[in-house]
Nanobody, 115 residues
Framework: QVQLVESGGGLVQAGGSLRLDCAAS????????INWYRQAPGKQRELVAG???????NYGDSVKGRFTISRDNAKRTVYLQMDSMKPEDTAVYYC?????????WGQGTQVTVSS
């Protein structure tokens, strides 16, 4: 059983930075692809960034060049560094491990960007 716990959310002004952490327990962390999603009020959940077990990364178009995903397998943690933030980045951010037949999700962390 895998459990994911996000942290690092909060309130930041436009142009500022935040770093989100996703700590995992259980499972074999190093083999997992891990994603960050976000969901704003009234909108669908969208993929923000993902990182594979080999370290390959991908980003949603709206965050390319501003956000950076990374992982530390020894700490069983994935990070999302968010720079040059915009009010439209305001959302609840979720950590996700996609698995065949069942996805694991964290409880989410609120990020609010003020203009």
């Amino acid at each position: 059983q895998v459990q994911l716990v996000e942290s690092g959310g909060g309130l930041v002004q436009a142009g500022g930075s935040l770093r989100l952490d996703c700590a995992a327990s259980g499972g074999i962390f190093s083999v997992y692809t891990i994603n960050w999603y976000r969901q704003a009020p009234g909108k669908q959940r969208e993929l923000v960034a993902g990182i594979t077990s080999s370290g390959r990364t991908n980003y949603g178009d709206s965050v390319k060049g501003r956000f950076t995903i990374s992982r530390d397998n020894a700490k069983r943690t994935v990070y999302l560094q968010m720079d040059s933030m915009k009010p439209e980045d305001t959302a609840v951010y979720y950590c996700n491990i996609p698995r065949a037949g069942y996805d694991y999700w964290g409880q989410g962390t609120q990020v609010t960007v003020s203009s």
